[in-house]
């Protein structure tokens, strides 16, 4: 594993901001502790011409992409897909955290904000909490959310109108059929909650709007 800033202020004894100073104006550093932060990043192999590059720019150059399902799953293949055609060209990596479990979570939202290893954190499809909002926000890093919630949480939010979607494609299957059956897979995750009201609220305006039509409701369980 490539160390990184933290780790050279540990190995160095020095604080995280010391380390910074070295690599970007090493002339108010005393010479001794400068001898320290460079001798421990030499024997971590820390790139100093990167990170002198990073601390003059004041960017890492990396987004922080956060899943809590599969990566190769549908959804987040495209996501994965839509971001890397936008962020590579414009000397972007993207770096994938799988969230899966309450640990995860809150070890990213912890670290984050200290090391700084990103410029922007991306979180498709599952909720966010006021806590973890705020301690990236007290760090100034851009959070947006893709089909998320709350939006108010997010710097900037995409949202995908699936009611919207559901109306055009009811009508245009009225225009072809008198029957049709709409299949829901129901999902343990919170994120599914949102999607099962969009759900909801479909079934309450097909039986009162579309009444030419027989609907037959198939609700799936997820295994």
Not at 174 to 200: D, M, N, Q, R, W
């Amino acid at each position: 594993m490539q160390a990184n800033i933290e780790d050279v202020a540990q190995l160095a004894g020095v604080s995280i901001a010391t380390v910074s100073r070295t690599f970007k104006h090493p002339d108010v550093v005393a010479k001794k502790t400068r001898d320290k932060v460079l001798a421990a990043a030499n024997e971590l192999n820390f790139s100093i011409s990167h990170s002198a590059t990073v601390f003059q720019a004041g960017r890492t150059y990396r987004i922080a992409l956060l899943l809590n399902d599969r990566f190769a799953s549908w959804f987040n293949a495209r996501i994965y897909e839509g971001l890397d055609a936008v962020f590579n060209p414009a000397g972007y990596d993207i770096s994938v955290y799988p969230i899966s479990t309450k640990e995860d979570r809150r070890t990213f939202f912890e670290n984050l904000p200290i090391r700084r290893n990103a410029d922007a954190v991306i979180i498709p499809s599952f909720d966010i909490d006021p806590d973890e909002a705020s301690r990236l926000q007290s760090a100034n890093l851009p959070l947006v959310g893709i089909n998320a919630l709350p939006e108010s949480a997010f710097t900037l939010s995409v949202s995908i109108d699936d009611e919207q979607a559901m109306r055009l494609a009811t009508r245009y299957l009225k225009l072809l059929h008198t029957g049709i059956t709409v299949i829901y897979t129901l999902l343990e995750s919170c994120a599914a909650y949102p999607f099962l009201l969009v759900y909801i609220r479909l079934q309450l305006w097909i039986r009162s709007t579309v009444s030419s039509l027989t609907v037959s409701f198939l609700t799936t369980l997820a295994v």
